[in-house]
């Protein structure tokens, strides 16, 4: 299974962005889904968690800015983003837990599945 983030892009400070991270497959029984988050020279942050009880915490720098939700598909998970400031500014990486996925023949256990980044970059 692969994940690729979309979404991010360039925005004025007080601006808005949605950011998705979409599944190749539909992963059941996701325990965690995460995004985090990498700025230039700092480490990998965890910005927010969507647990499969569907309960969401986020980092203290975006809790009340930033919000996780999942589609009713399973394969599509959001950030949204508002009220960006520019230290928000970084690569933003999306991280499924858990769970299994199935194809024809088979199901398969997954562990950790990263997506590539998308990068967001405001500007004050």
């Known amino acids: 299974v692969q994940l690729q983030a979309y979404g991010g892009g360039l925005v004025q400070a007080g601006g808005s962005l949605r950011l998705s991270c979409v599944a190749s497959?539909?992963?059941?029984?996701?325990?965690?889904m995460r995004w985090y988050r990498q700025a230039p020279g700092k480490e990998r942050e965890l910005v927010a968690t969507?647990?499969?009880?569907?309960?969401?915490r986020y980092a203290d720098s975006v809790k009340g800015r930033f919000a996780i939700s999942r589609d009713n598909t399973g394969r599509t998970t959001y950030l949204q983003m508002n009220n960006l400031k520019p230290e928000d500014t970084a690569v933003y990486l999306c991280n499924a837990n858990g769970g299994y996925y199935c194809s024809a023949s088979a199901c398969t256990n997954q562990e950790s599945t990263w997506g590539q980044g998308t990068q967001v970059t405001v500007s004050s």
């Open positions: 969507l647990n499969k009880r569907g309960a969401t």
């Open positions: 497959r539909v992963i059941v029984n996701i325990d965690r």
